[in-house]
């Protein structure tokens, strides 16, 4: 086997695979895709010795997750797709939606939740972000996946979870899903997003890839509640969570977020695996949230475009410039727009003055320690926390069960 035909039977998605991977990786596909076959079947293929070194877990992912073959596009299904609106009708959440922009940006202290930075191009930026040589995240993460997935396959089958009710919070261009996938073998897939069409997309490459795994992408803000449509599996959830997204939540209400996906009663999850970002040197912080290539910037500026789209208003994106810093005291990140001369923002009715120099605050990024995410796991109501991290201590992966 070549590996330069691993494309065309469809690949994990895991970086870095040599020609030995490649065989293994076939071998769990082809699991898979065997039609008229159970999406899971005997895992006796795995050989753990072949794992990469996290450094070969450096490449990109998103380059990966985009070198599909043409003839798997050409064969896969279209996965089911549910928006979910938080029990509205779409135009009173496009209402809602627009009141909730509008009330943050009339604040004293204007700001936008960070969710809106994710149109389609704002997906878009992201994922080239993620191809920064500052943007330390994902890079760190999937080393520390790459050294780790049969340990943490194993973790969830000590669990009594061999395969899954995979739900991907936050999936982006589901490429970690993809590198996952064939070490847990989940019984079904649910990527969840708000950027919906850049979902849609990027659920239908997984489907490309493992073509009789059961998948339900659904496009909704989880920030609103986590009640998941009816057809996702109830039994075995697992939520999975990397990139730190959680690091956007306040404190208060990333407690709050992680102990919903506790409750039987809404996420349902028996376990959860989260990547999470850990306090450093500010310097790297900093850099890996301002690029020098401006690409951050970029996504920045692109949630006021965003904004002009969901609420009518008309932001000029050329008045107002990035602003990326390390807030000590409250251990996150902090990035902001800042407007660079007087100027006035309307949409249907209102308006708001910004002078030069004020600023909205687009996010923060709460970077934790081991010692204060396994606590606050705890507090949510996991247990038998465990975690792996990389060499620099810089990113750490989180395994808690229910
Ligand atoms: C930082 S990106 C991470 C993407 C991917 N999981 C990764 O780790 O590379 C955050 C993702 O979460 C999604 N997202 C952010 N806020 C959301 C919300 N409230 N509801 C649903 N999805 C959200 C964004 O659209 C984006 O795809």
């Not at 949510?380 to 620099?392: E, I, L």
Request: aromatic letters at 10%.
């Amino acid at each position: 086997m070549q590996a330069g035909l691993l494309p065309a039977m469809g690949r994990p998605g895991a970086v870095g695979y040599c020609a030995t991977h490649a065989s293994h990786a076939v071998k769990t596909i082809k699991s898979y895709r065997l039609p008229g076959k159970t999406a899971f079947q005997s895992n006796s293929n795995r050989n753990d010795s072949i794992l990469d070194p996290p450094e070969k877990a450096l490449l990109k992912l998103s380059d990966n997750f985009l070198d599909l073959a043409p003839d798997a596009a050409l064969t896969a299904t279209t996965p089911r797709f549910i928006n979910v609106y938080a029990g509205k009708s779409p135009a009173r959440q496009a209402a809602s939606t627009a009141r909730e922009l509008a009330d943050s940006l009339m604040a004293p202290e204007a700001s936008v939740s960070p969710k809106y930075f994710y149109n389609t191009l704002g997906s878009r930026l992201f994922e080239a972000i993620t191809a920064l040589d500052e943007y330390y995240p994902t890079r760190t993460e999937a080393g520390i996946f790459a050294a780790a997935y049969p340990q943490m396959a194993q973790a969830l089958a000590q669990a009594g979870l061999p395969h899954p009710c995979l739900i991907d919070l936050g999936a982006g261009n589901c490429a970690k899903a993809l590198a996952l996938i064939p070490y847990l073998q989940p019984r079904q897939y649910v990527p969840v997003d708000i950027s919906v069409e850049f979902l849609k997309g990027a659920a239908a490459q997984v489907q490309n890839n493992f073509p009789a795994l059961g998948i339900v992408g659904v496009g909704m803000d989880f920030s609103a509640g986590l009640a998941l449509p009816d057809e996702v599996q109830d039994e075995d959830r697992v939520f999975f969570y990397p990139g730190s997204s959680l690091g956007n939540f306040q404190p208060e209400q990333a407690l709050q977020f992680l102990r919903q996906m506790a409750d039987p009663a809404q996420g349902k999850a028996r376990g959860l695996l989260i990547g999470i970002d850990l306090v450093k040197d500010a310097a790297v912080l900093q850099t890996a949230y301002d690029d020098a290539l401006g690409v951050t910037a970029a996504f920045n500026k692109n949630l006021l475009r965003n904004v002009n789209e969901l609420l009518g208003a008309d932001f000029e994106v050329r008045q107002w410039r990035h602003v990326a810093f390390f807030n000590a005291g409250l251990s996150r990140i902090e990035m902001h727009l800042e407007a660079i001369c007087d100027l006035t923002v309307s949409w249907s009715g209102h308006s708001r003055r910004f002078l030069a120099g004020e600023r909205i605050h687009t996010e923060s990024s709460y970077k934790y320690t081991v010692e204060s995410m396994t606590e606050l796991l705890r507090q949510a109501g996991f247990r038998q926390v465990r975690h792996w991290s990389d060499p620099k201590d810089w990113f750490a992966v989180f395994w808690a069960a229910v």
